[in-house]
């Protein structure tokens, strides 16, 4: 009993670990996003899915899916594909068209022009 103890403890910190580097991907995912750097933002969502996949696949494949103690390693990891994958399909967050710096467009107004009748 003690040695499988030892190997779900060996298991959880690798597991926190990739969980942590998930989360961090998704975070400079969004920033690119944001920010409008397509090709990165490519690389980030697909690195973030497949390192979410894998967590997930893992954790079918050691039967500890569904596992009470593991419930959350199966959450943090489903979380996060699920909010990559609605980021992807909703494009957002989308860079900002209308930017700050940029000079604002002026708006013309139709010239009314009178006539004096004497």
């Known amino acids: 009993m003690a040695h499988r103890n030892n190997r779900y403890k060996e298991m959880e910190r690798y597991m ?3 969980l942590i580097a998930d989360a961090v991907l998704f975070v400079l995912y969004l920033i690119c996003a944001g920010s409008g750097v397509v090709w990165l933002k490519v ?3 697909i690195l973030t899915i497949l390192l ?7 954790l079918y494949l ?5 596992r009470q103690r593991s419930l959350w ?9 699920v909010c990559v994958v ?8 989308s860079p900002n068209k209308y930017k700050k710096d940029k000079a604002p ?10 006539v004096d009748f004497y």
Request: hydrophobic letters at 55%.
């Open 16 to 18: 926190t670990l990739a």
């Open 43 to 45: 690389i980030l969502a």
């Open 52 to 58: 979410s996949g894998l967590c997930l696949a893992y």
């Open 62 to 66: 050691s039967k500890e899916l569904l």
């Open 73 to 81: 390693m199966t959450a943090c990891a489903g979380a996060v594909f």
């Open 86 to 93: 609605f980021s992807l399909v909703l494009n957002f967050p």
């Open 105 to 114: 467009e002026t708006s013309y107004s139709a010239v009314i022009e009178t």
